[in-house]
């Protein structure tokens, strides 16, 4: 069996973190939407006032990957929840239970907060992830359609015109 270490990330793990980052906006097809930075990163996941947490994931020592998350707030609950930004495992290290692993330990810490829930997206033509979400029981909710407001739509919009 693997030897593989799942930990919460440090100031230290920046340059690791972006690593990934891009590696998944490549794996997604969409690199030329990545606006992150070391500095950004360092000013939002690791702020003293942050609402963000990583946890990075080693084999052996070694980052294979990340797992970004924050919480949220279920009204009809009444209760937090945890919602999973991104998780990414390094393509040659898939097939090693660090996906599970990390999404256990996300769980964990879920359960640990008190949440109602644990959520996260995924696109429709990523069936390999898909095919492993419903493996582990999570359920798609397909009656519910994401909308987003992002750059100058979100900039017009919140402004007094």
Known sequence: MAN??????????????????????????????VLATEQTIRSTIFADDGHVDALICELDGQAIGIAVYFFNYSTWLAKPGLYLEDLYVSQEHRGLGAGTLMLKKLAKIALDKGCGRFEWSCLDWNKPSRDFYQSIGAEAQPEWIGYRMSGQTLTDFASDK
């Open 4 to 33: 593989i270490n799942i930990r919460p990330a440090n100031i230290d793990d920046t340059a690791t973190i972006l690593h990934f980052i891009k590696e998944l906006a490549i794996y997604e097809k969409a690199e030329h939407e």
